[in-house]
């Protein structure tokens, strides 16, 4: 492909420049795009890396994509600075708001900082047929990246049950890491 002369010295997009959005742009069909749509995208996106790459590189893509987006929500559309629970209550109506799940908190521990959250209703998964394996990989990053910003501490996020294996809700254990 030949360089194009008029993006010569061009800052590259940033995560913030692809979010602007007109609202004028759709006016006939508006912001929002059928769970079919983004399941298409999503589909493709990891058959083209599990070609390329392997499933595990997929994972680990799909998850690192879903912490830079959880960390960005966080920051963008959260108080990070509010006791735990009305930290919850907002994520909740944000991720109820968005079309993103409905967030529920199973268990805190407190002193370890694991979290047992699910997420039912789920964009990635909610309807699947049982494939006997977890799918939700982007959604493990973006919970790890939303705790990860409110906590101030490095959480990894683990579906442990999903749509896929069966289950009805797509349940996740988040732990404290070290950072890597």
């Avoid at 959880?70 to 108080?79: D, R, S, T, V």
């Avoid at 600075?81 to 109820?96: A, I, N, T």
Wanted: glycine share 8%.
């Amino acid at each position: 492909m030949e360089e194009n002369v008029f993006m010569t010295g061009r800052k590259a997009l940033t995560l913030e420049d692809y979010l602007q959005y007109d609202a004028g742009s759709r006016d006939n069909l508006g912001e929002e795009l059928p769970v079919m749509v983004y399941r298409l995208l999503e589909y493709s996106l990891k058959e083209e890396l599990i070609g390329q790459f392997g499933k595990e590189k997929q994972i680990e893509i799909f998850r690192n994509a879903g912490r830079k987006a959880g960390e960005y929500f966080a920051k963008k559309m959260l108080n990070l600075d509010q006791p735990l629970d009305q930290f919850v209550s907002e994520l909740q109506s944000k991720m109820q708001e968005l079309k993103i799940g409905v967030l529920r908190i199973e268990k805190v521990d407190e002193e370890s900082g694991k979290i047992i959250l699910n997420v039912s209703e789920d964009a990635d998964c909610s309807g699947l047929p049982i494939l006997g394996e977890t799918v939700c990989n982007y959604d493990e990053g973006f919970i790890g990246g939303i705790l990860s910003m409110y906590s101030g501490k490095f959480y990894t996020a683990v579906e442990v049950d999903c749509w896929a294996t069966g289950d009805r809700v797509c349940r996740f254990h988040a732990n404290i890491e070290d950072e890597k």
